[in-house]
Antibody
Framework: EVQLVESGGGSVQPGGSLRLSCAAS????????MHWVRQAPGKGLVWVSR????????TYGESVKGRFTSSRDNAKNSLYLEMNNLRVEDTAVYYC????????????WGPGILVTVSS | QSVLTQPPSTSGTPGQRVTIPCSGS????????VNWYQQFPGTAPKLLIF???QRPSGVPDRFSGSKAGASASLAISGLQSEDEADYYC???????????FGGGTRLTVL
């Protein structure tokens, strides 16, 4: 059974940093591109980043480009999101998600982790 | 704001057929496949339709998808109370080199 479990969320002040982790199991993690998607309270889904299967290439949404960095450790079946210079508008539930075969086709999602940016 | 446009809400009565449209452009829906997700409050999204009209194992055939040009739609027939949820379309965006989501449509079963 495919499982994705996020951790590392919490409350942080504006300008601060946080590192999210996603533990993957139940599939060959190293074969899949992975995504981070976020959802602000009461709002819709917004794509954050995508990383290729070996971790050498990442792309980002405009609102996080230059502040967020995605990485992975295939030996540990783990995905990471380093978030710097956090803003109030980054407050959201962050989902780790698996891509399936075609770019952008996400087939499994983690339960999500809440990040709150507030002074 | 979302580049994929969905109505914020729709409703139907049990047994009815409802459709949820999703409008995009040539650089997303027009040149890539569309996926649909179902999300219940407080839970993660679930893949409902992929590649425009394919259902993952376990998704009832009451759910169907279609695409024409730069627009897509999700249809739900034989509406049931448990279908009350938020529905999102998504597609790859060539200029972004990333994923676009629609703004989401909240379905209410009256």
């Amino acid at each position: 059974e495919v499982q994705l479990v996020e951790s590392g969320g919490g409350s942080v002040q504006p300008g601060g940093s946080l590192r999210l982790s996603c533990a993957a199991s139940g599939f060959t993690f190293s074969r899949h591109w992975m995504h981070w998607v976020r959802q602000a309270p009461g709002k819709g889904l917004v794509w954050v980043s995508r990383i290729n299967s070996d971790g050498t290439t990442s792309t980002y949404g405009e609102s996080v480009k230059g502040r967020f960095t995605s990485s992975r450790d295939n030996a540990k079946n783990s995905l990471y999101l380093e978030m710097n210079n956090l803003r109030v508008e980054d407050t959201a539930v962050y989902y780790c998600a698996r891509e399936w075969i075609i770019p952008g086709r996400i087939d499994y999602w983690g339960p999500g982790i809440l990040v709150t940016v507030s002074s | 704001q979302s580049v994929l446009t969905q109505p914020p809400s729709t409703s139907g009565t049990p047994g009815q057929r409802v459709t949820i449209p999703c409008s995009g452009s040539s650089s997303n829906i027009g040149s890539n496949t569309v996926n649909w997700y179902q999300q219940f409050p407080g839970t993660a999204p679930k893949l409902l339709i992929f590649s425009n009209n394919q259902r993952p194992s376990g998704v009832p055939d009451r759910f169907s998808g279609s695409k024409a040009g730069a627009s897509a739609s999700l249809a739900i027939s034989g509406l049931q109370s448990e279908d009350e949820a938020d529905y999102y379309c998504s597609a790859w965006e060539d200029s972004l080199n990333g994923v676009l989501f629609g703004g989401g449509t909240r379905l209410t079963v009256l």
